[in-house]
């Protein structure tokens, strides 16, 4: 088990650029999530796949965001046009759908600065 | 919507001492989780203990248990011989029964945990 894998750890970029961010789940996790957390806020749901199947996106989630899993395995986060209000920290979260109760486990997550 | 309350931004203890960590939550659900996520600083989230709401038996693991009271929707962490690596945020955590439909933690925002050697 090496955990959930987050790529960049820091990204900082100007205004109205794109970005994109990548999770990698823990291996056999069929479920995949997305969370953004300002500072000092808990985290905020935005999104989830299972298997490759985004089956619930938030009201947080703007037009200006797009995530995919293809082949259910790995799932990147786009932002485009960025805004200064989008630097957050973007936490992605795997875990075994298969029973209900299993807990989520969280990647070391990818700051966002916005300048 | 759900929503999570932690009343308490920040809590002190004493090294070996027992502290409480606060959480209310607001449902219209009868069958949901609820979880305790430890966060230290710049590290990831790491989940502390997990209670089915089904269950009337409080979970434990270890140093750490919860009190979780139902009908007053409350679910409080208690932390047993507190030790310097216990520093961190604490984050309450709720997710209905997927068989609902959404499946996204709801969290609180979080107690600040400092303990004094």
């Keep these: 088990d090496t955990g959930v894998s987050q790529d960049p750890r820091h990204k900082i970029t100007k205004r109205g650029q794109n970005v994109t961010f990548r999770c990698d789940p823990i291996s056999e996790h069929n479920r995949l999530y997305w969370y953004r957390q300002t500072l000092g806020q808990g985290p905020e749901f935005l999104t989830y796949f299972q298997?490759?199947?985004?089956?619930?996106?938030?009201?947080?989630?703007?037009?200006?965001?797009?995530?995919?899993?293809?082949?259910?395995?790995?799932?990147?986060?786009?932002?485009q046009r960025t805004?200064?209000?989008?630097?957050?920290?973007?936490?992605?979260?795997?875990?075994?759908?298969?029973?209900?109760?299993?807990?989520q486990h969280f990647g070391d997550g990818t700051r966002l600065s916005i300048l | 919507a759900q929503t999570v309350t932690q009343s308490q931004p920040e809590m002190s203890v004493q090294e070996a001492e027992t502290v409480t960590l606060s959480c209310t939550y607001d449902t219209s659900e009868s069958d949901y989780y609820l979880f305790w996520y430890k966060q230290p600083p710049s590290r990831q989230?790491?989940?502390?203990?997990?209670?089915?709401?089904?269950?009337?038996?409080?979970?434990?693991e270890n140093r750490f248990s919860v009190n979780f009271q139902k009908a007053a929707k409350s679910f409080s962490l208690k932390i047993s011989d507190?030790?310097?690596?216990?520093?961190?945020?604490?984050?309450?955590?709720?997710?209905r029964h997927s068989g609902g439909g959404a499946d996204g933690l709801t969290f609180g925002k979080g107690t600040h945990l400092i303990i004094q050697p």
């Excluded at chain 2, 507190?82 to 997710?95: I, N, T, V």
């Design chain 1, 51 to 79: 298997n490759e199947a985004q089956l619930e996106k938030s009201r947080l989630l703007s037009d200006r965001f797009s995530a995919e899993r293809p082949k259910g395995s790995f799932s990147t986060l786009e932002i």
């Design chain 1, 83 to 103: 805004e200064q209000g989008d630097s957050a920290m973007y936490l992605c979260a795997s875990s075994l759908g298969w029973q209900d109760n299993q807990p």
């Design chain 2, 45 to 60: 989230m790491i989940l502390v203990i997990r209670q089915e709401a089904y269950k009337q038996q409080n979970a434990t």
């Design chain 2, 82 to 95: 507190s030790q310097l690596g216990d520093a961190a945020m604490y984050f309450c955590a709720y997710r």
